[in-house]
C-alpha cells in the first residue's frame, strides 16, 4: 500500500497555505461589511478604531507573513539558495563564468526574491483595488438624458 501525504510534498507548506487562506477571508470580511453597512451612516469611535485595527492586521499578514513564509518554503523545502545556480531548461541561463552563454549569473536566491517583490506587487494592487471599492461603493451613475443636436436635454418638466 502507498500512502501519500500531500501536505508533505515539496511544493506544500501548511504556514505558507494557512497564511494565504486567512489573509483572503478577512479580506472578504472587509467585502461583505461593505455590502451590509449603509453607506450614509458614519462610524462610531469604537467601529473605526475596530476597523483600523482589522485593516492593520490584514495589512500584517498580508505583507509580513506571507513574504516571510514563502521566504521560508523557498529556503528550506525547495533549497533555494545563493549557492544554487540556474542554468535554466537546456542550459539557456547558463552563465559566461561557467562556459555558457548568459552574461550574469542567476541564483535561485534572486527567483526568491524576484517572486517575494511579485507577491508584494500583488497585494498593493489588491489592497488599493478594495480602498477604491471601499470609497465608491454605493455610488450611482447617473443616467444619460437624451439631448437634442444643439446638446439641450430632452426632457419635460412635469
Request: a positive charge; zero cysteines.
Amino acid at each position: 500500500m502507498l500512502a501519500i501525504d500531500i501536505l508533505r510534498w515539496p511544493g506544500m507548506n501548511q504556514a505558507l497555505i494557512a497564511s494565504i487562506t486567512f489573509t483572503a477571508v478577512l479580506a472578504y470580511g472587509v467585502v461583505w461589511v461593505g455590502k451590509r453597512r449603509p453607506v450614509d451612516r458614519t462610524a462610531t469611535w469604537g467601529e473605526a478604531m475596530f476597523g483600523s485595527v482589522y485593516v492593520f492586521g490584514v495589512m500584517f499578514v498580508a505583507f509580513g507573513v506571507i513574504p516571510h513564509q514563502f521566504i521560508e518554503h523557498a529556503d528550506k523545502n525547495l533549497g533555494w539558495r545563493k549557492d544554487k545556480l540556474l542554468f535554466g531548461p537546456f542550459d539557456l541561463l547558463k552563465p559566461q563564468a561557467y562556459g555558457g552563454q548568459f552574461p550574469f549569473t542567476l541564483s535561485y536566491e534572486a527567483i526568491r526574491d524576484t517572486v517575494v517583490l511579485v507577491i508584494h506587487v500583488v497585494l498593493v494592487t489588491v489592497m488599493v483595488l478594495m480602498f477604491n471599492w471601499w470609497q465608491k461603493r454605493g455610488e450611482v451613475k447617473p443616467k444619460a438624458i437624451a439631448t437634442s443636436t444643439y446638446g439641450r436635454p430632452l426632457v419635460r418638466k412635469g
